[in-house]
T-cell receptor
Framework: DQQVKQNSPSLSVQEGRISILNCDYTNSMFDYFLWYKKYPAEGPTFLISISSIKDKNEDGRFTVFLNKSAKHLSLHIVPSQPGDSAVYFCAATSYGQNFVFGPGTRLSVLP | SAVISQKPSRDICQRGTSLTIQCQVDSQVTMMFWYRQQPGQSLTLIATANQGSEATYESGFVIDKFPISRPNLTFSTLTVSNMSPEDSSIYLC??????????????????FGPGTRLTVL
């Protein structure tokens, strides 16, 4: 049973527009959520995170929204740039233990 | 943050052989993990590498198949034993650094190594 789901395996967006990547989870014990970006032949790179006590966290072009009642989070990238093209993994953890990663969404930003 | 290196970066191995992957961190870290990413799949945690004691394995992974060493706070190895084609994956180590800040908003951020791409023929 997948505890963290990313139902869109891929997403294409025009440069300058908004990219929205979605993530759903099932375990209500998760208290911290992270987004990682992965380029080919590299390890995942931490992008942004959010604690379960917040509903929004913003860092430059990247904003993560958390809807606890819906067990849903999303990553917004505005404006999208070609260098943002990568695989994005959503991850969740409970008290810093048992990290669970979603299957990833491949984002392609078209020039 | 932490800078993590892995060796080898990739290898092609024969069925039945073993490969040891090294993970080196540029600073002391509290926790080190080993993950596997099979083709088209997400990252799956294999085990937590504990310094000075046996690793803690996740369900579906056993020490005989994936022995792990962690002799100190900056280094760990993962061995993939008696390999089969099903072991073809990217193997990644990750770390949770010591957090000196009282701001716990960052205490859950893992940093990953570049990965080792293993192909078993």
């Amino acid at each position: 049973d997948q505890q963290v789901k990313q139902n869109s395996p891929s997403l294409s967006v025009q440069e300058g527009r908004i990219s929205i990547l979605n993530c759903d989870y099932t375990n209500s014990m998760f208290d911290y959520f992270l987004w990682y970006k992965k380029y080919p032949a590299e390890g995942p790179t931490f992008l942004i995170s959010i604690s379960s006590i917040k509903d929004k966290n913003e860092d430059g072009r990247f904003t993560v929204f958390l809807n606890k009642s819906a067990k849903h989070l999303s990553l917004h990238i505005v404006p999208s740039q070609p260098g943002d093209s990568a695989v994005y993994f959503c991850a969740a953890t409970s008290y810093g233990q048992n990290f669970v990663f979603g299957p990833g969404t491949r984002l392609s930003v078209l020039p | 943050s932490a800078v993590i290196s892995q060796k080898p970066s990739r290898d092609i191995c024969q069925r039945g052989t073993s490969l040891t992957i090294q993970c080196q961190v540029d600073s002391q870290v509290t926790m080190m993990f080993w993950y596997r990413q099979q083709p088209g799949q997400s990252l799956t945690l294999i085990a937590t590498a504990n310094q000075g004691s046996e690793a803690t394995y996740e369900s579906g992974f056993v020490i005989d198949k994936f022995p792990i060493s962690r002799p100190n706070l900056t280094f760990s190895t993962l061995t993939v034993s008696n390999m089969s084609p099903e072991d073809s994956s990217i193997y990644l180590c990750s770390v949770l650094p010591y957090q000196t800040s009282s701001d716990k908003s960052s205490y859950n951020e893992q940093f990953f190594g570049p990965g080792t791409r293993l192909t078993v023929l």
